[in-house]
């Protein structure tokens, strides 16, 4: 059984930043692609960053400029490196990775507020 264990969530100001890891049981390079997904309050999740095994980026147009996935294969962990922080990206942010299965983490909240 594959684990995800996300971190890194926590309270900013409107424009801080904030990192989030998700570290993975097993090679993050066996999946198709890992992927950070948020889900506000009363509202949908949704895919905000996702990292193919290619290597292959992209975003959602509210995070695009601000957020950056990014990998480290050695250490088993994907990161988003979140700036420019709106009180709009407040919410629970779940790891995610696809293999033959579908794989969630716990999730981790995120609040932007002064």
């Known amino acids: 059984q594959v684990q995800l264990v996300e971190s890194g969530g926590g309270l900013v100001q409107p424009g801080g930043s904030l990192r989030l890891s998700c570290a993975a049981s097993?090679?993050?390079?066996?999946?198709?692609?890992m992927a950070w997904y948020r889900q506000a309050p009363g509202k949908q999740r949704y895919v905000v960053a996702i990292?193919?095994?290619?290597?292959?980026?992209n975003y959602a147009a509210s995070v695009k400029g601000r957020f950056t996935i990014s990998r480290d294969s050695a250490e088993n962990t994907v990161y988003l490196q979140m700036n420019n922080l709106k009180p709009e990206d407040t919410a629970v942010y779940y790891c995610?990775?696809?293999?033959?299965?579908?794989?969630w983490g716990q999730g981790t909240q995120v609040t932007v507020s002064s």
């Open positions: 990292i193919t095994n290619g290597g292959t980026t």
């Open positions: 995610n990775a696809l293999e033959r299965s579908d794989y």
């Open positions: 097993k090679s993050i390079l066996s999946f198709n692609y």
